[in-house]
């Protein structure tokens, strides 16, 4: 099943990302999308964000060339949507995509990784906080 509408996107980047994260841990990966969203460098829409990468000619993606790792990993992306985790997925995209509180936990971050990998990349950019098992990095404007 492929996820449509941005809440939906944007839920199932929180799933994937971060489903057993705390819930700043889930709200912070939301508030990359966003950051992401607002930033000229990077598609204008949730989902066109979550779902960004190389693609073939065909219009696959090439698996593991995406911005966020599940979405070409080869895996299903089919969340358990009976699951507490795909609740709270829904519930953090909502508060975030809202609007309503506009607090940045990762204080303009545009990217982040996992704990356990260290990527090229983030040399280029300006880390911002951790947390839980994710590091958070901004561009310098």
Known sequence: MILETALMCMA???????????????LAVAQVVMNRMYDHRYPN?????????????????????????????????QP???????????????IVMSETINIDVTDGATHYHATYVRPA??????????????IFYRWEK
């Open 121 to 134: 990349w983030a040399k280029t950019k300006t880390r911002t906080t951790r947390i839980d098992r994710h």
């Open 45 to 77: 829409t949730v989902c066109d964000v979550v779902k960004q990468g190389l693609t073939y000619k065909n219009g696959k993606v090439v698996l593991g060339k995406c911005q966020f790792s599940w979405y070409c990993d080869g895996k299903s992306d």
């Open 80 to 94: 358990n949507m009976k699951s507490k985790q795909w609740e709270n997925a829904i519930r953090y995209a909502s």
């Open 12 to 26: 199932a980047n929180i799933y994937f990302e971060a489903k057993n994260e705390s819930k700043l841990g889930q």
